[in-house]
């Protein structure tokens, strides 16, 4: 008889002063093959590509700050970062959640189709660029070129958003509390409705953010560019 | 009755019936014209390279009796599991959504039983395509329309397309009328609306960023697959080399008579490269680099005949890659579909107006009845006949030349019909011993 694979309680720490990138993620990669379930990991030394291609339920805490890609690819595992991250913090995550209690630079998000992303601080350029279901709060501002041809998802901004929001957006919902310094190609202000209220309020609560729903303008896609007609050209 | 000699009528050069023709349709429009395929325009291409055969100086190898070994390792630079083809030519990216089903599963038909790679597109992995592809590259585009870390591990490589040669610099459009259930399902988003491709990608710029993001797909793939990187016919030797610097295992090449599956004609006419002037700046690139057979280089863009494989090899290809030829060996194009051409204002050999999803032969459609005209098997079999041509072409090509390897053609087997290919391909013009651009004149 097979025994019964059982979570140990401790947690297992993966020191960069000590090892390698590599034999950190294949660590966190294979911990679906042991009884781990909690990881940290120490003396990241602004590494990149740190926790990418997770694929298990495990819950990894990276003490410090990252470089690039940091959670990459997750599925779902939940990566809890205590400084800042670098460019494409949990791009193209499948599924999971990512915490960052500093700020993220660009890029964050980018593609992901799904899970949770909750930035504590601000995140920079281009947070949500081509999002395909993924759920973003930031508790600070974004930069500007935000959620650019995002697909679908939810992207939350408890604080201002930068210039060109939305550009040349699909079916993803924008909420933002602050002010918008301008809205991208096709990207308009739209009717909150209760439903709008319901998600946001999940989101809200899900992120640990103190905001009320209420607060919040919904943007979202004028779809006039959903075919292309060259009486429009003029605004690309 | 006048008996005065009458000037015959002059049709312009300038101002020919075509491009009238095209004046005429964009002031009725309004907008530019978008087809696919690769560039049209007659460039300096393979048939204007000749081999030079064995002579006094070397001996050939017998047709029938003696080797000529055409095998390929792609990826040994960092990948763990390098890709081995048996033959030097592979299947370039093609795109499902662009391409039916029938139409991938055909592709991965015929490559497979010839010993070689096909390789996804815009749009994701179908099971047609990885179930019938013995060695799939999964292309990583800007759009990332379909990218999953599950899809990224059951490749056999990855290609970080950074461009193609129809369309350096530019992203793609595939049109509402092919964006069916299915195909708006693989890119997230709704049935029936234009669905574009990012012209770069969305979180890296430039070969330092590349650097990184091929660390983090090395890391997600424990450092299994081989890393290609795709560029358009632009600026070779520095594509190349930055190339390296990224960190690529292997590095694909496309000239501007490489095809699309829809872009502006404007744009396929006009920018861009052709491949035979691309070849010897991007081995230079490598060989400056001590990276010359260590990072491999596969050249794609108007490779029809065994003649232009062996050519390509020549001039320091490791293998070359085909998307044009292969879909003509499936029957797109086909004479038997004539009526069907003209019935939509063009002919056999012309049509190119594959993103409308018309396709007469099946294969750049989604429509479910025009699909059913492809059969998968019997196309997989003419594309496997067809690639083992290609090789057996190449095969005798290098005999004659003396080779027991396809690779060991080298440029001093070729000569040049006209200046610009000697140029570009810097051999020399035939009968002389002048490489334009290299001194002698």
Same mark, same amino acid.
């Given at each position: ?236 | ?17 075509e491009v009238n023709a095209e004046i005429r349709r964009a002031a009725h429009t309004g907008i530019y014209d978008i087809r696919g395929g690769g560039a049209k325009r007659r460039v300096p291409h393979f048939d204007d390279l000749l081999f030079l055969g ?170 299994? *697959? ?5 560029? %358009? @016919?632009? &600026?070779?030797?520095? #594509? =190349? /080399?930055?190339?390296?610097?990224? !960190? +690529? ?44 057979? *260590? ?5 794609? %863009? @108007?490779? &029809?005949?065994?003649? #232009? =494989? /062996?050519?390509?090899?020549?001039? !320091? +290809? ?54 059913? &005209?492809?059969?998968?098997?019997? /196309? ?16 005798t090509l290098a005999r004659a030349c003396g080779k027991s390897h396809v690779h060991n053609l080298e440029p001093e087997d070729l000569v040049a019909l006209t200046i610009e290919a000697a140029a570009m391909a810097q051999v020399p013009l035939a009968g002389?011993?002048?490489?334009p651009g290299k001194g002698g004149f």
């Amino acid at each position: 008889m097979a025994a019964t694979k059982q979570a140990v309680s401790d947690v297992q720490t993966l020191d960069m002063g000590q090892i390698e990138l590599r034999e950190v993620n294949a660590t966190l990669q294979a911990a679906p093959s042991t009884n781990y379930t909690q990881f940290e990991i120490l003396n990241t030394r602004g590494s990149h590509a740190i926790a990418v291609g997770l694929d298990a339920e495990i819950e990894v805490t990276v003490i410090g700050s990252t470089g690039y890609y940091c959670a990459g690819m997750n599925k779902l595992a939940t990566v809890h970062v205590t400084g800042s991250v670098g460019p494409g913090v949990a791009e193209n995550m499948m599924s999971g959640t990512v915490i960052v209690d500093g700020d993220a630079s660009q890029y964050a998000g980018a593609t992901a189709h799904g899970g949770l992303l909750v930035i504590k601080g601000n995140a920079s350029s281009r947070c949500g660029i081509s999002m395909k279901g993924i759920d973003i709060v930031v508790h600070g501002n974004i930069g500007h070129m935000s959620a650019f041809m995002a697909q679908s998802g939810n992207l939350v901004v408890l604080g201002d958003a930068g210039d060109a929001l939305g550009d040349s957006l699909y079916e993803a919902r924008l909420f933002v509390r602050g002010s918008v310094k301008s809205l991208g190609a096709d990207c308009i202000e739209k009717d909150m409705r209760p439903e709008h209220i319901e998600i946001l309020a999940d989101l809200l609560t899900r992120a640990g953010a103190d905001a009320k729903p209420e607060e919040f303008k919904r943007y979202g896609s004028a779809r006039k560019l959903y075919h292309f007609n060259v009486d429009h050209a003029d605004e690309y | 009755m006048n008996d005065t000699p009458q000037t015959l009528p002059r049709q312009s050069w300038t101002f020919s019936n075509e491009v009238n023709a095209e004046i005429r349709r964009a002031a009725h429009t309004g907008i530019y014209d978008i087809r696919g395929g690769g560039a049209k325009r007659r460039v300096p291409h393979f048939d204007d390279l000749l081999f030079l055969g064995a002579s006094m100086s070397r001996y050939p190898l017998e047709g029938y009796r003696e080797k000529c070994e055409t095998g390929v390792t792609l990826g040994t630079r960092f990948a763990k599991k390098p890709i081995e083809l048996k033959i030097p030519i592979t299947i370039a990216g093609m795109s499902f959504g662009s391409l039916s089903g029938p139409a991938k599963e055909a592709l991965g038909r015929g490559a497979s039983l010839a010993g070689t790679s096909t390789t996804t597109g815009d749009g994701g992995m179908t099971e047609e395509e990885r179930g019938h592809s013995e060695k799939l590259v999964y292309q990583y585009l800007p759009s990332r329309y379909g990218m999953n870390p599950d899809d990224l591990r059951r490749a056999d490589a990855i290609e970080v397309v950074v461009g193609q040669g129809a369309k350096p610099g530019g992203g793609g459009m595939l049109l509402g009328q092919k964006i069916t259930e299915r195909v708006a399902g693989m890119r997230n988003l709704p049935v029936g609306i234009d669905q574009r491709s990012a012209c770069r990608h969305p979180d890296w710029t430039g070969p330092d960023d590349l650097e990184i993001k091929i660390l983090e797909l090395r890391e997600i793939t424990n450092w299994e *697959k081989p890393i290609y990187i795709k560029v %358009g @016919g632009a &600026r070779p030797y520095y #594509d =190349v /080399a930055l190339s390296v610097k990224a !960190g +690529a295992d292997v590095i694909v090449l496309d000239g501007m008579q490489g095809g699309t599956a829809a872009t502006q004609d404007v744009f396929i006419e006009n920018v861009g490269t052709p491949t035979l002037a691309c070849i010897r700046p991007a081995v230079k690139a490598l060989q400056d680099l001590g990276m010359h057979r *260590k990072v491999q280089l596969v050249v794609s %863009g @108007g490779i &029809r005949t065994g003649a #232009d =494989v /062996a050519k390509a090899l020549a001039l !320091g +290809a490791d293998a070359v890659s085909i998307g044009t030829a292969a879909l003509v060996a499936l029957g797109d194009n086909d004479p038997k579909w004539e009526q069907d051409y003209r019935a939509l204002g063009t002919t056999t050999g012309a049509y190119d107006d594959w993103h409308e999803g018309r396709d007469p032969a099946g294969i750049t459609t989604q429509d479910p009845e025009l699909m059913a &005209r492809l059969d998968p098997i019997e /196309a997989g079999r003419r594309l496997r006949n067809y690639l083992n041509v290609l090789t057996l072409e190449c095969q005798t090509l290098a005999r004659a030349c003396g080779k027991s390897h396809v690779h060991n053609l080298e440029p001093e087997d070729l000569v040049a019909l006209t200046i610009e290919a000697a140029a570009m391909a810097q051999v020399p013009l035939a009968g002389t011993d002048w490489i334009p651009g290299k001194g002698g004149f």
